[in-house]
């Protein structure tokens, strides 16, 4: 007999749902399949039905809500800095209760690395059409502008604290048009040194 499609959906979704009220209390290796499904009101078979263990949930858990959270992030109009910074910060006050679990004590560090890696993505063409760095420069520059970016935003939704979005805007900018002007100032002295002293 085939799984419908809306019952499936609402299945996994409850089964998610009472993983991550136990992912709240305790780390995934304290968690039985049991617990999720008591919790959930289904026996252990239905569990099987969908995962093969309570990784491939996890898996599953954390790839929707880093898929929410881009789609956030993607869903403004301009693409401008700004803007992306203040889906990014809604995307987190949003999703905040699930975002407390992944950064506590048994949470799932990696999780950050994947979102730093979907933010890179979406910034990375901007940097290339700027045409002064190299692929190698455009990776560190990516790195240290979006780990910052994140890193910003999070102490302040933890703090609850009210920084404007313009004025982590502007301290991140400081630090790009600082960057970007040496790498201009560099590469201008690098062309102006090729071709002061012509061969005699």
């Given at each position: 007999?085939?799984?419908?499609?809306?019952?499936?959906?609402?299945?996994?979704?409850?089964?998610?749902?009472?993983?991550?009220?136990?992912?709240?209390?305790?780390?995934?290796?304290?968690?039985?399949?049991?617990?999720?499904?008591?919790?959930?009101?289904?026996?252990?078979?239905?569990?099987?039905?969908?995962?093969?263990?309570?990784?491939?949930?996890?898996?599953?858990?954390?790839?929707?809500?880093?898929?929410?959270?881009?789609?956030?992030?993607e869903s403004g109009?301009?693409?401008?800095?700004?803007?992306?910074?203040?889906?990014?910060?809604?995307?987190?006050?949003?999703?905040?209760?699930?975002?407390?679990?992944?950064?506590?004590?048994?949470?799932?560090?990696?999780?950050?690395?994947?979102?730093?890696?979907?933010?890179?993505?979406?910034?990375?063409?901007?940097?290339?059409?700027?045409?002064?760095?190299?692929e190698a420069v455009?990776?560190?520059?990516?790195?240290?502008?979006?780990?910052?970016?994140?890193?910003?935003?999070?102490?302040?939704?933890?703090?609850?604290?009210?920084?404007?979005?313009?004025?982590?805007?502007?301290?991140?900018?400081?630090?790009?048009?600082?960057?970007?002007?040496?790498?201009?100032?560099?590469?201008?002295?690098?062309?102006?040194?090729?071709?002061?002293?012509?061969?005699?």
């Amino acid at each position: 007999m085939r799984k419908q499609p809306e019952l499936t959906g609402q299945t996994k979704e409850n089964l998610k749902k009472a993983f991550w009220k136990l992912y709240a209390k305790r780390g995934i290796e304290k968690i039985s399949v049991k617990e999720i499904t008591d919790l959930a009101g289904y026996n252990r078979g239905t569990f099987y039905l969908y995962y093969k263990d309570i990784y491939h949930l996890v898996d599953e858990a954390e790839t929707d809500l880093l898929e929410k959270m881009i789609r956030q992030i993607e869903s403004g109009e301009t693409g401008s800095t700004e803007e992306m910074l203040d889906t990014l910060r809604q995307s987190y006050e949003k999703y905040k209760k699930y975002l407390d679990i992944l950064h506590g004590a048994h949470g799932d560090p990696a999780f950050i690395g994947k979102l730093k890696d979907k933010m890179k993505e979406l910034a990375r063409p901007k940097l290339e059409a700027l045409d002064i760095m190299d692929e190698a420069v455009i990776e560190l520059f990516l790195e240290y502008h979006v780990a910052g970016s994140i890193a910003l935003i999070q102490h302040c939704v933890a703090q609850k604290k009210e920084i404007p979005v313009q004025e982590i805007l502007d301290l991140i900018r400081g630090f790009e048009t600082f960057y970007v002007m040496i790498r201009k100032e560099n590469n201008q002295e690098h062309k102006s040194s090729s071709t002061k002293f012509p061969n005699c």
